[in-house]
Protein backbone atom coordinates (compact mmCIF):
# COMPACT_ATOMS: atom_id res chain seq x y z
CA UNK A 1 0.00 0.00 0.00
CA UNK A 2 1.16 3.58 -1.22
CA UNK A 3 -0.58 7.02 0.29
CA UNK A 4 -2.49 7.50 -2.68
CA UNK A 5 -4.03 3.96 -2.12
CA UNK A 6 -4.08 4.87 1.99
CA UNK A 7 -5.96 7.84 1.22
CA UNK A 8 -8.38 5.92 -0.87
CA UNK A 9 -8.80 3.02 1.57
CA UNK A 10 -9.30 5.37 4.47
CA UNK A 11 -11.85 7.71 2.58
CA UNK A 12 -13.69 4.77 1.65
CA UNK A 13 -16.93 4.06 3.78
CA UNK A 14 -16.42 1.06 6.06
CA UNK A 15 -19.28 -1.13 6.91
CA UNK A 16 -19.93 0.79 10.02
CA UNK A 17 -19.90 4.00 8.57
CA UNK A 18 -22.80 2.91 5.81
CA UNK A 19 -24.84 2.32 9.19
CA UNK A 20 -24.29 5.33 11.11
CA UNK A 21 -24.77 7.41 8.49
CA UNK A 22 -28.25 6.88 7.31
CA UNK A 23 -29.04 6.31 11.29
CA UNK A 24 -26.64 8.82 13.22
CA UNK A 25 -26.10 6.35 15.88
CA UNK A 26 -23.15 4.52 17.19
CA UNK A 27 -22.31 1.43 15.75
CA UNK A 28 -19.40 -0.50 18.12
CA UNK A 29 -17.31 -2.80 16.74
CA UNK A 30 -17.92 -5.81 18.75
CA UNK A 31 -21.61 -6.33 18.70
CA UNK A 32 -21.95 -3.83 21.45
CA UNK A 33 -19.71 -5.62 24.24
CA UNK A 34 -16.87 -3.52 24.13
CA UNK A 35 -18.25 -0.51 26.30
CA UNK A 36 -18.39 -1.96 30.30
CA UNK A 37 -20.48 -0.72 32.74
CA UNK A 38 -18.17 -2.07 36.05
CA UNK A 39 -20.76 -0.26 38.48
CA UNK A 40 -23.58 1.96 38.67
CA UNK A 41 -22.79 5.28 37.76
CA UNK A 42 -19.32 4.81 36.15
CA UNK A 43 -18.29 5.61 33.21
CA UNK A 44 -18.05 2.80 30.99
CA UNK A 45 -14.71 1.22 30.04
CA UNK A 46 -13.73 0.06 26.62
CA UNK A 47 -12.33 -3.57 26.77
CA UNK A 48 -9.13 -3.94 25.60
CA UNK A 49 -8.39 -7.51 24.96
CA UNK A 50 -10.58 -7.00 22.03
CA UNK A 51 -7.77 -5.13 20.11
CA UNK A 52 -4.25 -6.63 20.89
CA UNK A 53 -4.84 -10.50 19.57
CA UNK A 54 -1.90 -9.73 17.33
CA UNK A 55 0.42 -7.90 19.32
CA UNK A 56 0.95 -5.05 21.21
CA UNK A 57 -0.26 -2.36 19.19
CA UNK A 58 -3.83 -1.60 17.29
CA UNK A 59 -4.05 0.76 14.75
CA UNK A 60 -7.88 1.65 13.06
CA UNK A 61 -9.68 4.68 11.30
CA UNK A 62 -12.66 6.21 13.76
CA UNK A 63 -15.87 5.67 12.14
CA UNK A 64 -17.66 8.57 11.45
CA UNK A 65 -20.99 10.22 11.02
CA UNK A 66 -22.09 9.32 14.98
CA UNK A 67 -20.99 10.34 17.89
CA UNK A 68 -18.86 8.27 20.04
CA UNK A 69 -20.07 8.27 23.91
CA UNK A 70 -18.31 9.09 26.94
CA UNK A 71 -15.34 6.10 28.03
CA UNK A 72 -12.29 5.39 29.02
CA UNK A 73 -9.94 2.69 28.40
CA UNK A 74 -6.53 1.47 30.29
CA UNK A 75 -4.48 1.50 26.94
CA UNK A 76 -2.69 4.45 25.92
CA UNK A 77 -4.40 6.41 22.58
CA UNK A 78 -2.59 8.04 20.04
CA UNK A 79 -5.46 10.43 17.80
CA UNK A 80 -4.46 11.27 14.40
CA UNK A 81 -6.43 13.62 12.28
CA UNK A 82 -5.71 12.09 8.98
CA UNK A 83 -7.91 15.28 7.23
CA UNK A 84 -10.49 17.72 8.58
CA UNK A 85 -11.08 18.65 12.03
CA UNK A 86 -12.13 16.39 15.49
CA UNK A 87 -14.56 17.95 18.66
CA UNK A 88 -13.30 15.88 21.46
CA UNK A 89 -14.88 16.61 24.97
CA UNK A 90 -11.63 15.40 27.07
CA UNK A 91 -11.74 15.31 31.08
CA UNK A 92 -14.33 17.76 30.93
CA UNK A 93 -12.29 19.69 28.36
CA UNK A 94 -13.59 20.76 24.96
CA UNK A 95 -10.65 20.10 22.60
CA UNK A 96 -10.87 20.67 18.59
CA UNK A 97 -8.08 18.34 16.92
CA UNK A 98 -6.92 19.83 13.34
CA UNK A 99 -5.42 18.33 10.62
CA UNK A 100 -2.15 17.03 11.36
CA UNK A 101 -2.53 17.13 14.91
CA UNK A 102 -1.64 14.44 17.44
CA UNK A 103 -3.77 14.04 20.99
CA UNK A 104 -1.95 11.11 23.01
CA UNK A 105 -4.64 9.97 25.72
CA UNK A 106 -3.38 8.60 28.94
CA UNK A 107 -5.44 5.90 30.66
CA UNK A 108 -8.53 6.49 32.40
CA UNK A 109 -9.13 9.98 30.56
CA UNK A 110 -12.63 10.15 30.46
CA UNK A 111 -13.40 11.28 26.58
CA UNK A 112 -16.25 11.30 23.67
CA UNK A 113 -16.01 12.30 20.15
CA UNK A 114 -18.53 14.24 18.23
CA UNK A 115 -19.44 12.64 15.13
CA UNK A 116 -17.11 13.25 11.95
CA UNK A 117 -17.80 14.52 8.69
CA UNK A 118 -17.49 12.94 5.29
CA UNK A 119 -14.03 14.90 5.17
CA UNK A 120 -12.99 14.12 8.91
CA UNK A 121 -11.08 11.00 9.28
CA UNK A 122 -9.35 10.22 12.01
CA UNK A 123 -7.18 7.51 12.62
CA UNK A 124 -6.28 5.75 16.32
CA UNK A 125 -3.14 4.07 17.46
CA UNK A 126 -3.69 2.02 20.23
CA UNK A 127 -1.27 0.64 22.81
CA UNK A 128 -0.40 -0.99 26.14
CA UNK A 129 0.95 0.78 28.49
CA UNK A 130 3.87 -1.25 28.86
CA UNK A 131 4.72 -0.78 25.32
CA UNK A 132 4.22 2.86 25.93
CA UNK A 133 6.43 3.15 28.79
CA UNK A 134 9.21 1.31 26.65
CA UNK A 135 8.85 3.42 23.74
CA UNK A 136 7.64 6.89 24.69
CA UNK A 137 9.40 7.14 28.02
CA UNK A 138 12.71 5.03 26.58
CA UNK A 139 12.82 8.04 24.41
CA UNK A 140 12.69 11.04 26.87
CA UNK A 141 15.01 9.96 29.55
CA UNK A 142 17.98 12.23 30.23
CA UNK A 143 17.61 14.30 26.35
CA UNK A 144 16.37 17.73 28.71
CA UNK A 145 14.81 18.94 31.10
CA UNK A 146 11.77 19.32 29.00
CA UNK A 147 11.34 16.00 28.16
CA UNK A 148 11.59 15.06 31.90
CA UNK A 149 8.78 17.04 32.70
CA UNK A 150 6.34 15.32 29.88
CA UNK A 151 8.21 12.16 30.82
CA UNK A 152 6.87 12.65 34.46
CA UNK A 153 3.53 14.24 33.22
CA UNK A 154 2.47 10.60 31.94
CA UNK A 155 4.34 8.41 34.69
CA UNK A 156 3.33 5.33 36.97
CA UNK A 157 3.26 7.97 39.68
CA UNK A 158 0.70 10.33 38.15
CA UNK A 159 -3.07 10.47 38.21
CA UNK A 160 -4.16 9.13 35.14
CA UNK A 161 -6.18 11.38 33.33
CA UNK A 162 -3.66 13.92 31.14
CA UNK A 163 -3.51 14.37 27.46
CA UNK A 164 -1.14 15.89 25.37
CA UNK A 165 -1.93 17.76 22.17
CA UNK A 166 0.58 18.05 19.47
CA UNK A 167 0.76 20.79 17.18
CA UNK A 168 2.37 18.85 14.23
CA UNK A 169 0.91 19.71 11.67
CA UNK A 170 3.71 21.56 10.14
CA UNK A 171 6.06 18.62 10.46
CA UNK A 172 6.10 17.36 7.09
CA UNK A 173 8.38 14.45 8.33
CA UNK A 174 6.04 13.46 10.88
CA UNK A 175 3.14 12.93 8.68
CA UNK A 176 5.11 11.14 6.37
CA UNK A 177 6.39 8.60 8.88
CA UNK A 178 2.84 8.39 10.41
CA UNK A 179 1.69 6.96 6.94
CA UNK A 180 3.79 5.09 6.45
CA UNK A 181 3.09 3.44 9.69
CA UNK A 182 -0.46 3.28 8.46
CA UNK A 183 0.53 1.66 5.43
CA UNK A 184 2.16 -1.13 6.98
CA UNK A 185 -0.80 -1.74 9.36
CA UNK A 186 -3.30 -1.82 7.07
CA UNK A 187 -1.73 -3.35 3.67
CA UNK A 188 -1.11 -6.40 6.20
CA UNK A 189 2.00 -7.33 4.50
CA UNK A 190 4.67 -10.04 5.48
CA UNK A 191 6.34 -8.39 8.32
CA UNK A 192 4.05 -5.66 8.92
CA UNK A 193 3.51 -5.38 12.72
CA UNK A 194 7.26 -5.88 12.81
CA UNK A 195 8.25 -2.70 10.40
CA UNK A 196 4.98 -1.13 12.73
CA UNK A 197 7.36 -1.37 15.94
CA UNK A 198 10.17 -0.11 13.93
CA UNK A 199 8.52 3.12 13.34
CA UNK A 200 7.31 4.03 16.55
CA UNK A 201 10.49 4.93 18.52
CA UNK A 202 11.19 7.45 15.50
CA UNK A 203 7.57 8.79 15.64
CA UNK A 204 7.57 9.60 19.12
CA UNK A 205 11.47 11.07 18.61
CA UNK A 206 9.60 13.37 15.98
CA UNK A 207 7.35 13.88 18.11
CA UNK A 208 9.30 15.02 20.80
CA UNK A 209 10.63 18.00 18.60
CA UNK A 210 7.22 19.55 18.48
CA UNK A 211 7.75 21.36 21.98
CA UNK A 212 4.78 23.79 21.43
CA UNK A 213 1.71 21.52 22.54
CA UNK A 214 -1.55 22.21 24.91
CA UNK A 215 -1.78 20.25 28.22
CA UNK A 216 -4.61 19.91 30.33
CA UNK A 217 -2.33 19.83 33.38
CA UNK A 218 -0.73 23.28 32.22
CA UNK A 219 -1.74 26.29 34.17
CA UNK A 220 -5.23 26.40 36.33
CA UNK A 221 -5.10 30.16 35.79
CA UNK A 222 -4.83 31.16 31.84
CA UNK A 223 -2.48 33.76 30.90
CA UNK A 224 -1.07 35.32 28.15
CA UNK A 225 2.70 34.85 29.07
CA UNK A 226 4.43 31.62 28.31
CA UNK A 227 3.45 28.33 29.48
CA UNK A 228 5.93 25.84 31.50
CA UNK A 229 7.30 24.49 28.65
CA UNK A 230 8.75 27.92 26.99
CA UNK A 231 10.30 28.70 30.16
CA UNK A 232 12.02 25.01 30.46
CA UNK A 233 12.71 24.94 27.14
CA UNK A 234 14.42 28.35 27.89
CA UNK A 235 16.15 27.12 30.99
CA UNK A 236 17.49 23.80 28.16
CA UNK A 237 19.00 26.34 25.61
CA UNK A 238 20.76 28.96 28.53
CA UNK A 239 21.38 26.91 31.46
CA UNK A 240 25.01 27.39 31.56
CA UNK A 241 24.69 30.80 32.61
CA UNK A 242 21.13 31.51 33.25
CA UNK A 243 19.53 32.72 36.28
CA UNK A 244 15.92 32.78 38.13
CA UNK A 245 15.87 36.85 38.01
CA UNK A 246 16.79 36.94 34.73
CA UNK A 247 14.41 34.07 33.53
CA UNK A 248 12.23 35.94 35.33
CA UNK A 249 12.68 39.14 33.33
CA UNK A 250 12.52 37.36 29.98
CA UNK A 251 8.59 35.80 30.74
CA UNK A 252 7.34 38.70 32.61
CA UNK A 253 7.39 36.94 36.07
CA UNK A 254 8.13 38.12 39.68
CA UNK A 255 11.32 36.31 40.31
CA UNK A 256 9.37 34.73 43.75
CA UNK A 257 6.53 33.66 41.02
CA UNK A 258 8.32 31.97 38.80
CA UNK A 259 10.45 30.34 41.52
CA UNK A 260 7.47 29.21 43.23
CA UNK A 261 5.52 27.79 39.73
CA UNK A 262 8.69 25.92 39.01
CA UNK A 263 8.97 24.37 41.75
CA UNK A 264 4.73 23.39 42.05
CA UNK A 265 4.91 22.20 38.47
CA UNK A 266 8.32 20.45 38.28
CA UNK A 267 8.73 19.36 41.95
CA UNK A 268 12.15 20.85 41.55
CA UNK A 269 13.67 24.40 42.32
CA UNK A 270 15.04 26.48 39.92
CA UNK A 271 18.84 25.31 40.76
CA UNK A 272 17.60 22.00 40.42
CA UNK A 273 16.20 22.19 37.20
CA UNK A 274 19.53 23.84 35.92
CA UNK A 275 21.76 21.34 37.75
CA UNK A 276 19.63 18.37 36.31
CA UNK A 277 19.99 20.41 32.97
CA UNK A 278 23.89 20.11 32.97
CA UNK A 279 24.57 16.82 34.41
CA UNK A 280 22.52 15.67 31.23
CA UNK A 281 24.71 17.46 28.80
CA UNK A 282 27.64 16.06 30.49
CA UNK A 283 26.47 12.75 30.50
CA UNK A 284 26.11 12.84 26.84
CA UNK A 285 29.03 14.32 26.17
CA UNK A 286 30.85 12.19 28.33
CA UNK A 287 29.10 9.06 25.86
CA UNK A 288 30.08 10.39 22.70
CA UNK A 289 33.04 12.83 22.87
CA UNK A 290 36.63 12.63 24.10
CA UNK A 291 36.61 15.74 25.99
CA UNK A 292 38.52 15.81 29.15
CA UNK A 293 36.16 16.17 32.17
CA UNK A 294 37.69 19.47 33.25
CA UNK A 295 36.49 20.61 29.75
CA UNK A 296 33.06 19.25 30.40
CA UNK A 297 33.02 21.02 33.69
CA UNK A 298 33.69 23.96 32.24
CA UNK A 299 31.12 23.50 29.38
CA UNK A 300 28.48 22.85 31.42
CA UNK A 301 28.61 25.86 33.34
CA UNK A 302 31.12 25.08 36.76
CA UNK A 303 34.10 26.36 37.38
CA UNK A 304 35.10 23.62 39.42
CA UNK A 305 35.92 20.16 38.38
CA UNK A 306 35.29 19.06 42.06
CA UNK A 307 32.01 20.60 41.63
CA UNK A 308 31.09 18.45 38.54
CA UNK A 309 32.05 15.31 40.17
CA UNK A 310 30.15 16.03 43.71
CA UNK A 311 26.96 16.91 41.40
CA UNK A 312 27.33 13.60 38.58
CA UNK A 313 27.65 11.61 41.33
CA UNK A 314 24.55 12.53 43.25
CA UNK A 315 22.56 12.67 39.90
CA UNK A 316 23.85 8.94 38.24
CA UNK A 317 25.23 7.66 41.56
CA UNK A 318 28.39 7.18 40.24
CA UNK A 319 31.52 9.55 38.66
CA UNK A 320 31.58 10.90 35.69
CA UNK A 321 34.93 8.92 34.98
CA UNK A 322 32.72 5.79 35.88
CA UNK A 323 29.63 6.53 33.61
CA UNK A 324 32.77 7.15 30.81
CA UNK A 325 33.87 4.03 30.99
CA UNK A 326 30.56 2.15 31.51
CA UNK A 327 29.13 3.36 28.92
CA UNK A 328 31.80 2.78 26.28
Known amino acids: MNHQELDHYLRKLDQIEEIQIKTGENVNDFDG ?25 FINKHHRFANMPLHIHSFIELNYV ?9 NGQSVLLEQGQICL ?23 KKETFSKIF ?6 SGIVADFLANAVSEN ?26 EFFS ?48 EHHYRD ?42 TMLQHTDKSIDEIAYEVGYESPSFLYRKFKKHFGQTPSHFRKNKK
Open 242 to 283: CTLTAIAKEFNFNPNYLGNMLKERTGKTFLELVHTQRMIHAS
Open 158 to 183: QKHDKYLLFHSQHNENLQYIIKNIFC
Open 137 to 142: LGRLSN
Open 105 to 127: LDQDVPHSISALGEQDILVNIIM
Open 33 to 57: NELVVESEGTIPRMQDFYFFDNGPV
Open 188 to 235: KQEHSLAMVNYYLPILFTELMRVYQLDKNFEFHKKTSRANIVDILSYI
Open 82 to 90: YSGICHQQI
